[in-house]
């Protein structure tokens, strides 16, 4: 299972990303996308995931409401759509994958993963 991130930058407070996770190799018909980050000097931290076979979502408190993950199955990609940017967002941000849904989730294979910078 190989994941590629994209699409993180410099943001001013108070503005939005969208990240992207591309799969290659397989399909994602049914699979858990999960978003992770990790902050300099901090444990990676679990932020949202997503059941490419029903849509299902969940979110972790500290991003909910502001960050939203979709799935566009037929490319084979999963979307981070984060607003109300906050300084304290700033880390590399990871996608992940385990077959079978959010509640049944096992990830453990991380990629190189994009930065997300949010200066105040």
């Known amino acids: 299972v190989q994941l590629v991130e994209s699409g993180g930058g410099l943001v001013q407070a108070g503005g939005s990303l969208r990240l992207s996770c591309a799969a290659s190799e397989f399909t994602f018909d049914d699979y858990a996308i999960g978003w992770f980050r990790q902050a300099p000097g901090g444990e990676r931290e679990g932020l949202s995931c997503?059941?490419?076979?029903?849509?299902?979502?969940n979110y972790t408190d500290s991003v909910k409401g502001r960050f939203t993950t979709s799935s566009d199955n037929a490319k084979n990609t999963v979307y981070l759509q984060m607003n109300s940017l906050k300084p304290e967002d700033t880390a590399v941000y990871y996608c992940?994958?385990?077959?079978?849904?959010?509640?049944?989730?096992?990830?453990?294979?991380w990629g190189q993963g994009t930065q997300v910078t949010v200066s105040s």
């Open positions: 992940t994958a385990s077959a079978g849904d959010c509640l049944q989730a096992d990830f453990g294979s």
């Open positions: 997503i059941s490419t076979s029903d849509g299902s979502t």
